[in-house]
């Protein structure tokens, strides 16, 4: 199965927690706060304000740094994405 994202949608892979922190202290599950970077695994085709199509500015492979509370988390499988809209991307690492 896979994801095909609508509109000005964007399905991201998610970067893994630490384990540990700079110190050396283990992380319990509960206390790791998710990461921020992620992966962009497959885009839509992007939006039509006014009649008028908005283009995509990531494309599949970019690694990007998304809002803390953005998307909707969805697990398909074994994996783990989040499927965003493009305005909550709010950059692209290089």
Not at 55 to 75: C, H, N, Q, S
């Amino acid at each position: 199965m896979k994801l095909k994202p609508l509109g000005d949608r964007v399905v991201l892979k998610q970067s893994v927690a630490e384990e540990t922190t700079k110190s050396g202290i283990v992380l319990p599950g509960q206390a790791k706060e998710k990461p921020q970077y992620a992966e962009v695994i497959e885009v839509g085709p992007g939006a039509v304000v006014d009649g008028e199509k908005i283009p995509m500015e990531v494309k599949a492979g970019d690694k990007v740094i998304y809002a803390r509370y953005a998307g909707t988390e969805v697990k398909l499988g074994e994996d783990e994405y989040i499927i965003v809209k493009q305005s909550d991307i709010l950059a692209v690492v290089e």
